[in-house]
């Protein structure tokens, strides 16, 4: 009987939680977008400095792919902007790693900027 109580007590527990502790899915096309800028950045900084751009536009070119797979059709505008939005951060970071006086903070700008790439990448592998 103990074991009958013990199981109903952890569905109360559960009724009662808040919804919020439960989280959602991500919405892909937000994280797509977020991607697709994130890559423009990188491959125009590429473009700029050096790098491997043709690979970059490659996987930007796939990442919008994917977005436009999964964009609804009302939300272009508020895709655009989460596009532009990340581009915007990609080129603070790589900026602030590439001309930065501070060697230490070049350094965590640069390793951000890595890991938010290597996050996109890993979508597209994934």
């Not at 939680?17 to 937000?30: E, K, V």
């Not at 400095?49 to 930007?60: F, S, V």
């Not at 581009?87 to 640069?110: P, V």
Request: hydrophobic share 50%.
């Amino acid at each position: 009987m103990s074991g009958l109580k013990t199981f109903l007590w952890a569905c109360l527990a559960m009724i009662a939680l808040p919804a919020a502790t439960f989280a959602a899915p991500p919405d892909l096309s937000q994280k797509f977008a977020t991607c697709a800028g994130r890559l423009s950045a990188q491959m125009e900084f590429q473009w700029l400095l050096g790098g491997d751009a043709d690979a970059t536009q490659a996987e930007r070119d796939a990442m919008l792919s994917l977005l436009s797979a999964v964009m609804a059709e009302d939300g272009a505008t508020e895709t655009l902007a989460r596009r532009i939005e990340a581009k915007h951060a990609q080129t603070a970071l790589l900026t602030r790693g590439h001309f930065n006086d501070d060697e230490d903070d070049a350094a965590w700008a640069r390793l951000r900027a890595e890991v938010e790439i290597g996050g996109c990448r890993a979508l597209l592998l994934g």
